[in-house]
C-alpha cells in the first residue's frame, strides 16, 4: 500500500493481524529496500508471532523518488523522525525495529527520541559515528558502481530512482561535513532493550561500533558477534539471525 506521510508517498507492506503483540518494522539499508529484504521479515514474523511492518524510505524501492541526491548532516534523524510519523499513521505504540545499516542508525535513533512508540530495538551493523574503515568501504563500493553491473542489478528494484539512490549515500557518506556525524549523545536517551548483530568481519564497521553503543545506552543491552560474517549477516547466515533474534523477543513478550 502507499501512505502520505508528510505529504510524500512511502510504500508499506503490513500485516496487523494478531492482537495484543508487537509489531515487527523493518529498516533497510542504504541501498535496500521491502523487495530486497526477501522472506526474512515474514519468517521472523511468524516464529516471534509478531505483526508486521516493512517500508521503503522515500527515494527507495516503491516510494516517491526524492527531490534530490543532496542530503543534510542530519538525513538519519530525519528519517527517524518520518519514522515516527509512520508509525502514528498506523497507530502503532508497540513496535520492535529491526534496522540493517542505515537502519540500525535510524532504529537506534528512533528508539531515543521516541521511546514511548518502541518496544525493543534490533540494530544490525549499524553506526554511530564515522570510520575509516566505512569511508574505505564506500570508496569500494563507488569503484563497483562504475565498474561493474551493480547499477543494473539496483535498477531492478529502484528503478530510474537508482543514480539518486547511491549517490544520496555514497557522496554524503563521503563529504567533508559528514565526517563528524555522530549519534553517540542521543544514545542514553535509549532505555528499551536493545540486541547488536554484528558480522566480526564488517567491511563497513569495526567493533567500536557495538561496544560504544552497549556502554552507552541505558536500557538493557546485548551483543551478537558472529564470526566469518561480513556487513549482512540475516542474508549471510539467516538462519542463525533469526533464532537469535526471535529468542531475544521471546524474552521481552
Given at each position: 500500500?502507499?501512505?502520505?506521510?508528510?505529504?510524500?508517498?512511502?510504500?508499506?507492506?503490513?500485516?496487523?493481524?494478531?492482537?495484543?503483540?508487537?509489531?515487527?518494522?523493518?529498516?533497510?539499508?542504504?541501498?535496500?529496500?521491502?523487495?530486497?529484504?526477501?522472506?526474512?521479515?515474514?519468517?521472523?514474523?511468524?516464529?516471534?508471532?509478531?505483526?508486521?511492518?516493512?517500508?521503503?524510505?522515500?527515494?527507495y524501492g516503491k516510494s516517491e523518488v526524492m527531490s534530490s541526491s543532496s542530503r543534510p548532516v542530519n538525513y538519519l534523524e530525519l528519517e527517524a523522525?518520518?519514522?515516527?510519523?509512520?508509525?502514528?499513521?498506523?497507530?502503532?505504540?508497540?513496535?520492535?525495529?529491526?534496522?540493517?545499516?542505515?537502519?540500525?542508525?535510524?532504529?537506534?535513533?528512533?528508539?531515543?527520541?521516541?521511546?514511548?512508540?518502541?518496544?525493543?530495538?534490533?540494530?544490525?551493523?549499524?553506526?554511530?559515528?564515522?570510520?575509516?574503515?566505512?569511508?574505505?568501504?564506500?570508496?569500494?563500493?563507488?569503484?563497483?558502481?562504475?565498474?561493474?553491473?551493480?547499477?543494473?542489478?539496483?535498477?531492478?528494484?529502484?528503478?530510474?530512482?537508482?543514480?539518486?539512490?547511491?549517490?544520496?549515500?555514497?557522496?554524503?557518506?563521503?563529504?567533508?561535513?559528514?565526517?563528524?556525524?555522530?549519534?553517540?549523545?542521543?544514545?542514553?536517551?535509549?532505555?528499551?532493550?536493545?540486541?547488536?548483530?554484528?558480522?566480526?568481519?564488517?567491511?563497513?564497521?569495526?567493533?567500536?561500533?557495538?561496544?560504544?553503543?552497549?556502554?552507552?545506552?541505558?536500557?538493557?543491552?546485548?551483543?551478537?558477534?558472529?564470526p566469518n560474517v561480513y556487513h549482512t549477516p540475516h542474508k549471510e547466515v539467516p538462519e542463525m539471525v533469526l533464532n537469535r533474534v526471535v529468542a531475544?523477543?521471546?524474552?521481552?513478550?
Open positions: 500500500m502507499l501512505l502520505n506521510i508528510n505529504g510524500k508517498s512511502l510504500y508499506a507492506e503490513y500485516v496487523n493481524d494478531l492482537e495484543n503483540r508487537p509489531t515487527l518494522v523493518f529498516l533497510h539499508d542504504s541501498l535496500g529496500c521491502t523487495e530486497l529484504w526477501r522472506d526474512f521479515p515474514e519468517k521472523m514474523a511468524k516464529a516471534s508471532q509478531c505483526n508486521l511492518l516493512v517500508y521503503d524510505r522515500l527515494g523522525d518520518i519514522l515516527n510519523e509512520l508509525l502514528e499513521n498506523l497507530e502503532i505504540d508497540n513496535a520492535i525495529l529491526f534496522g540493517h545499516s542505515d537502519g540500525g542508525s535510524i532504529a537506534l535513533i528512533a528508539a531515543a527520541k521516541y521511546g514511548d512508540r518502541i518496544k525493543s530495538i534490533i540494530c544490525e551493523a549499524a553506526h554511530i559515528f564515522v570510520e575509516d574503515i566505512t569511508l574505505i568501504g564506500i570508496y569500494k563500493a563507488m569503484e563497483a558502481y562504475n565498474t561493474t553491473n551493480l547499477p543494473q542489478r539496483l535498477q531492478k528494484y529502484h528503478e530510474d530512482k537508482t543514480d539518486m539512490v547511491f549517490k544520496g549515500w555514497a557522496e554524503t557518506w563521503i563529504s567533508d561535513d559528514f565526517r563528524t556525524w555522530n549519534i553517540e549523545y542521543l544514545l542514553p536517551g535509549i532505555s528499551c532493550p536493545v540486541l547488536f548483530v554484528q558480522g566480526e568481519n564488517d567491511e563497513y564497521g569495526s567493533l567500536e561500533q557495538v561496544n560504544k553503543t552497549l556502554d552507552l545506552v541505558s536500557g538493557k543491552a546485548e551483543k551478537f558477534i558472529i531475544f523477543i521471546q524474552l521481552l513478550t
